[in-house]
């Protein structure tokens, strides 16, 4: 069986990469709703209907033993639903639990070194108001400073990086002071902004740590399959990756060749069939 790894539209993509280059033994199959993003200016019950589709993708056609939702305003609005609700639902007498991950908490974990986090992320993200509550979950004393930045994802989806740079500048500065020590990129299209964000983190002259899921969730994702060998003995491992998408954007096309290779093309796909 497969992973799945799961987002609106490339973001996860970021993630897909590295997590791929941590375990590349196994069989991967992402799934960008290229047709639909962005998720993060919807309503909760649309990205809750439109996550659940996906995943629902993942596990029957694709034959997914667990899916990763890499994609924060899915795993902030709508991942403990389908953890509670559909999973049980839709699954019950399986021999075994299908898995759904998220990758908000394991940013969130990463936050407990600090004493004070900006967090950038979706409307939807900042909304819902889960950063703040899971890392003062963890540690009710740091302090969180939340912004949504909603041209990101439309530039890194038209793959526009160099354009970017006033809007973070734009939507930083309001979330920092000198006494910010980390910043967390809480939406999986962020990185693509690294350089950008280190650019204007200097301008400002703020020394933070960028907390980046593609430097985490590889590691939490590989130690939860030591701690659940129940999940990870069901895994196939032949090294395969496939992509597929829900419009056939040439940006998709373009990285999915980059970081992937050349023989992996996207497959279109409908999701709500
Ligand atoms: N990449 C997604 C996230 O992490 C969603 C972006 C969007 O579709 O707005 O939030």
Redesign the pocket.
């Known amino acids: 069986m497969r992973i799945g790894i799961f ?3 490339l ?2 993509l970021i993630i897909a990469r590295a997590i791929v280059k941590k375990m590349p033994e196994y069989d991967y199959v992402y799934l960008g ?1 290229t047709k ?7 309503s909760h019950e649309t990205v809750f209907e439109f996550t659940k589709e996906a995943v629902d993708y993942l596990f029957k056609k694709e034959n997914c033993a667990i899916v990763i939702v ?7 609005r709508a991942l403990r639903k389908i953890q509670q609700e559909y999973l049980p639902k839709i699954f019950p007498k399986d021999k075994f639990q299908r898995k759904v991950l998220g ?1 908000l908490i394991p940013a969130a974990e990463e936050c407990v070194k600090y004493k004070k986090v900006g967090v950038l ?5 900042v909304a819902s108001d889960t950063f703040p509550m899971e890392i003062n979950k963890l540690n009710s004393k740091i302090k969180v400073i939340q912004n949504s930045a ?1 041209m990101l ?1 439309p530039l ?1 989806e038209e793959g526009e990086a160099k354009l970017a740079l006033p809007f973070i500048q734009k939507y930083l500065k309001p979330i920092l002071d000198k006494n910010t020590e980390a910043i967390v990129l ?5 990185p693509i902004f690294k350089k950008q964000i280190k650019l204007t983190l200097r301008s400002l002259g703020v020394e933070g740590k960028i907390i980046s ?1 593609d430097e985490i969730v590889p590691k939490k994702l590989k130690d939860y399959f030591l701690r659940h060998p129940e999940v990870a003995k069901n895994l196939s491992r032949k090294h395969t990756t496939k992509i597929l998408v829900t419009d056939m954007t040439k940006n998709i096309q373009k990285l999915s060749e980059k970081w992937f290779g050349k023989n992996i093309k996207p497959k279109l796909i409908i999701l709500n069939s």
């Open positions: 987002d609106s539209g973001g996860g709703d639909r993003v962005p998720y993060g200016n919807r890499a994609c924060n305003t899915a795993s902030a990758v992320a979706t409307q939807g993200t909603p994802v890194a809480g939406c999986t299209h962020y899921q």
